[in-house]
T-cell receptor, first 113, second 111 residues
Framework: GNSVTQMEGPVTLSEEAFLTINCTYT??????LFWYVQYPGEGLQLLLKATKADDKGSNKGFEATYRKETTSFHLEKGSVQVSDSAVYFC????????????FGKGTRLSVIA | NAGVTQTPKFRILKIGQSMTLQCTQD?????MYWYRQDPGMGLKLIYYSVGAGITDKGEVPNGYNVSRSTTEDFPLRLELAAPSQTSVYFC??????????FGDGTRLSIL
């Protein structure tokens, strides 16, 4: 079946550091890929998405590129801020759209000033 | 544009009590989902629905029931509350092949 594997957290960075959160997936067909962010005490919000190979999703300085050859969708940001402290979830939607999104276990990011 | 609305936001139950967590969406989404998120953990799918009148079990359905009589509403029922059901519950909805939209969650404690 489809699955998503994220790097284990927590990740602690200093402000302005470079961020990478790894995400790899297993899927049949041509899935769509998503990153969601959950700030403390809130629900999940869509951060970015990519629907086909080589697409780059971007939002709020975050980027992720859909790499079919390595089945990856790593999240990156060049300079993190304290306000980026949150839990980040990688997710996959299969090509049919009929089955629920498959989520990774989440990676907690803490950014310190 | 309200999106996905969950009520109540907080609730404390005694063991053995029952309650219904409400979820409604105004985006005409056909797919709706219920998840639970335990402290420090990821999401676990409880039930989902692909349209009015159709529901299916997710990963952790035991102790819960759902119904989907309308496109807009997808209530989650706990019949006999147990301490293991203490969690944060999230409802979500989407159109096919589109991102899921999440509600703000219901924080449930069972004592």
């Amino acid at each position: 079946g489809n699955s998503v594997t994220q790097m284990e957290g927590p990740v602690t960075l200093s402000e302005e550091a470079f961020l990478t959160i790894n995400c790899t997936y297993t899927a049949t067909g041509y899935p769509s890929l998503f990153w969601y962010v959950q700030y403390p005490g809130e629900g999940l919000q869509l951060l970015l998405k990519a629907t086909k190979a080589d697409d780059k999703g971007s939002n709020k300085g975050f980027e992720a590129t859909y790499r079919k050859e390595t089945t990856s969708f790593h999240l990156e940001k060049g300079s993190v801020q304290v306000s980026d402290s949150a839990v980040y979830f990688c997710a996959l939607s299969d090509g049919s759209g009929n089955t629920p999104l498959v989520f990774g276990k989440g990676t907690r990011l803490s950014v310190i000033a | 544009n309200a999106g996905v609305t969950q009520t109540p936001k907080f609730r404390i139950l005694k063991i053995g009590q029952s309650m219904t967590l409400q979820c409604t969406q105004d985006m005409n989404h056909n797919y709706m989902y219920w998840y639970r998120q335990d402290p420090g953990m990821g999401l676990k799918l409880i039930y989902y629905s692909v349209g009015a009148g159709i529901t299916d079990k997710g990963e952790v359905p035991n102790g819960y029931n759902v119904s989907r009589s309308t496109t807009e509403d997808f209530p989650l029922r706990l019949e006999l509350a147990a301490p293991s059901q203490t969690s944060v519950y999230f409802c979500a909805s989407r159109l096919a092949n589109q991102p899921q939209h999440f509600g703000d969650g219901t924080r449930l404690s069972i004592l």
